[in-house]
């Protein structure tokens, strides 16, 4: 209810923009006649806030492919209100294409974002994007610039369709590419789901990483209420990009800054959403980093806490049955939080300048088999677990209501992956030595081994055992899985096993133990074994020798600190450029 409260406007002079645009001296000549070069006139900037839409579209990325109407959306809303609207084009991170991993290129993302608001005459600015790591660079960048911002998701696809039945992103390939190892599914069969899977622009709509970071963006107060999952096909996002672009001219004028928002609460509002949700686990990844850009500390632990909680109410794939356009209509992220009653903070403020309580006051649940709620869950306690132990000192996570129950404790002898390419030459093998009670190992799959901690997590069940109709395993890397996938996959081990954690010292035969309820992952040798291994351990040589990927492996953080850049944690101030 902040809007009860007196509210200050900045007067013209004082936006950021007046020193490129209203001073009168020779730098500001050259800004305005080369606005006039473009075809602008007065009347397009005097005294007016420059909005920066800062646009991931690209002619690569399926996610993002109406971002570039999108944009004159945002434009028109920018015009309505008495802005004045730059597109600033950004790289585009594309899930499916860009190797090794999108997750090498967010921090490069950040730092262009935080680069571009920071460099060019912008007072406050638009985000789109939605595919998988965008949502975090975007808004990361963006938080630590500190200037209004909205946070626009690209919405959803429309759902798969294969032979009448719907087919999600991501978890249906899993699913189906085991039938097809197994023999159970065709060339052809195989052929039409690659025709039906992926039917319009807009990211995954499983409860992927994409789905996730933007309901967990809602859920911080940064996109308009209910934006985050509109699908991306539906007449109400271009209408909610146009409301987005006249609702940040008046944040300008309000100065409704990311630190007003981006509170502890409003991190704890975003974890139990993600907790409800069935959330990817790398969402704690880029919420440890969103959180700690904002000045808010944030570990695991906060995670393991609300996850004890916060039962998993969202019946989506691939924790639940449905598809992000069914939980749409069924209320949306609106009627979940309102479900979710005094667990969610509703004082904490919003981008649309109303609080989370006002916000969600209205929302109603229109299918209870799709939004469940809190005496009706699908799963009792929170989608994601943190385990420690000898194994994982720092941590690694697990999402058990994506697992099979029987995994969630179990004690079983290591098959050992040294990296990826030995697992994919062993993983065929029909005389590979395995049995369904072994636990598989992932090394050198982290964020410097990787490098870009790639999403190998859900390492692939042995052919010989797919064949047998097993489904899961225990499986234990310090990569991470795509949200959309599943099964009793050990992620995130944190120090990877490339900075030599306990993890590089795994041998095959080696006994493991994970036990969810105790928050357990222990590897069953002793001190002394573990410290002969560790004083034999040799270093592998760095992934890179030079560029950005050098850049990247010298400054990245391990997992359990959101793998930011050292040099872009929260502290020192950004400084203004100088005008000369
Ligand atoms: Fe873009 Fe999944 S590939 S969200």
């Not at 993002?64 to 809303?77: C, P, Q, Y």
């Not at 978890?171 to 789901?193: F, L």
């Not at 940040?248 to 100065?255: A, G, H, L, N, T």
């Not at 034999?536 to 760095?542: D, E, I, L, Q, T």
Request: aromatic content about 6%; glycine content about 10%; some cysteine.
């Amino acid at each position: 209810m902040t809007s009860s409260r007196p509210i200050a406007r900045k007067r013209p002079d004082e936006l950021r923009s007046h020193r490129w645009f209203g001073v009168q001296d020779l730098r500001a000549f050259g800004h305005r006649s080369r606005l006039r070069q473009i075809g602008y006139d007065a009347e397009d900037w005097a005294g007016k806030p420059v909005i920066g839409i800062v646009n991931t579209w690209s002619d690569i990325n399926a996610c993002h492919a109406h971002l570039r109407e999108r944009a004159e959306d945002v434009k028109r809303g920018v015009l309505q209100a008495g802005g004045f609207p730059l597109e600033l084009p950004a790289i585009s991170l594309a899930e499916p294409f860009q190797k090794p991993s999108t997750m090498l290129y967010r921090n490069l993302l950040a730092m262009e974002t935080e680069e571009l608001l920071r460099s060019y005459p912008i007072d406050g600015a638009i985000l789109l994007g939605g595919c998988d790591k965008t949502t975090p660079g975007l808004v990361m960048g963006a938080i630590s610039m500190g200037l209004p911002f909205i946070y626009c998701p690209a919405g959803p696809m429309l759902r798969g369709n294969w032979r009448g039945q719907a087919l999600g992103s991501g978890s249906d390939v899993w699913k189906y590419w085991d039938e097809k190892r197994a023999g159970k599914i065709t060339e052809a069969e195989w052929e039409q789901m690659e025709n039906g899977i992926a039917r319009s622009f807009g990211t995954c709509m499983t409860m992927g990483t994409a789905v996730s970071m933007m309901s967990v963006a809602e859920a911080l107060g940064l996109t308009l209420p209910g934006a985050a999952l509109i699908p991306a096909a539906d007449s109400n996002h271009p209408r909610m990009m146009t409301h987005a672009g006249r609702r940040v001219v008046d944040m300008v004028w309000e100065d409704v800054t990311p630190d007003r928002i981006l509170t502890a609460k409003a991190v704890d509002n975003a974890i139990v959403v993600h907790m409800a949700l069935g959330g990817s686990t790398n969402v704690m990844i880029h919420l440890i980093a969103m959180a700690r850009r904002a000045g808010v500390a944030l570990s695991l632990e906060r995670f393991d806490q609300i996850s004890r909680e916060v039962p998993v109410m969202a019946n989506i794939r691939p924790s639940g049955a449905h598809l992000a356009e069914d939980f749409y209509y069924a209320g949306g992220l609106p009627a979940l939080m309102k479900e979710l009653g005094g667990k969610i903070h509703g004082d904490c403020l919003t981008v649309n300048g109303e609080t989370m309580g006002v916000n969600v006051a209205k929302a109603e649940v229109y299918n209870a088999d799709v939004i469940r709620g809190l005496q009706n869950p699908i799963y009792a306690e929170g989608g994601t677990a943190v385990l420690k132990g000898n194994l994982a000192p720092r941590g690694a996570v697990m999402k058990p209501s994506a697992a099979e129950p029987r995994l969630t404790k179990h004690r079983g002898k290591a098959v050992v992956f040294r990296d990826y390419n030995h697992m994919a030459a062993e993983i065929e093998r029909d005389d590979l030595d395995v049995t369904p009670d072994h636990v598989l190992v992932l090394q050198n799959a982290g964020p410097k081994g990787g490098p870009g901690m790639p999403e190998w997590g859900m390492l692939p069940i042995p052919r010989k055992l797919v064949k047998a109709g097993v489904r899961d395993m225990v499986r234990i890397s310090d990569a991470r899985m795509s949200g959309t996938s599943y099964g009793a996959c050990v992620l995130h081990v944190a120090p990877e096993s490339f900075v030599g954690g306990p993890l590089a010292l795994v041998e095959t035969g080696d006994e493991i133990e994970v036990d969810v309820s105790k928050r357990l992952l222990h590897l069953h040798i002793s001190d002394e074994e573990m410290a002969r291994r560790r004083t034999a351990w040799v270093a592998p040589h760095p992934r890179y020798e030079r560029g950005y990927g050098r850049m990247y492996q010298e400054h990245i953080g391990q997992a359990d600190d959101g793998c930011d850049f050292d040099f872009l944690e929260h502290g020192a101030e950004v400084p203004e450029p100088e005008i000369h």
